[in-house]
């Protein structure tokens, strides 16, 4: 099963990336936007505008930034929220009064996950957008699926492998580009 996704190529002061502008709409989290963002070396320049995402030379600039001040916000609230479940579980088992100690671990795993892919966000938000974004144009790049790894361009991509795996909304919209 073979596709084509589009991207949206721009330049910044690190570099050449691009964006994959198929997915940006629907995984789960805003979280995970930010992983669809690669270097634009691997993306073949594409000679038209891919019909699913004309109009986007304009926005990506400002999404790009409202995405990283998304997650700065994002990041903060989990850590937070974490941090205060902490100290709350810790009062009560000083005060020896039990609260379910397995629930607590699980949900202490689940905010911990949250809060790496907030992190993981972020930190690939603050390390692309730095000074001013330009629009080069844009690229496709050849997806295949195989079982249960994802091909780019004859390679198998280890972030969108994962992606599959964590987000159902991601994984249905890929299985409906390669058919």
Partial sequence: MRGELPFIIFKT?????AIDLYL????????????????????KQASFVPKEVG???????DFLKWLLEIAKVRSGKIINKRL?????WNIFRLLGIPTGHSRHVSEEERLARDNREA??????????????????????AEIEIKGKEVYINGRVDPVYTELIKRDMRAAMALLELVR
């Fill in 13 to 17: 002061k690190k570099g050449m990336f």
């Fill in 24 to 43: 940006i709409n629907r995984v789960e989290k805003l979280e995970r936007i930010a992983t669809l963002i690669r270097r634009a070396e691997n993306i």
């Fill in 55 to 61: 109009g986007w030379e304009e926005e990506v600039k």
């Fill in 84 to 88: 205060g479940k902490m100290r709350r």
């Fill in 119 to 140: 992190l993981l966000a972020l930190s690939i938000l603050e390390n692309v957008i730095k000074g001013d974004i330009k629009v080069v144009g844009y690229g496709v």
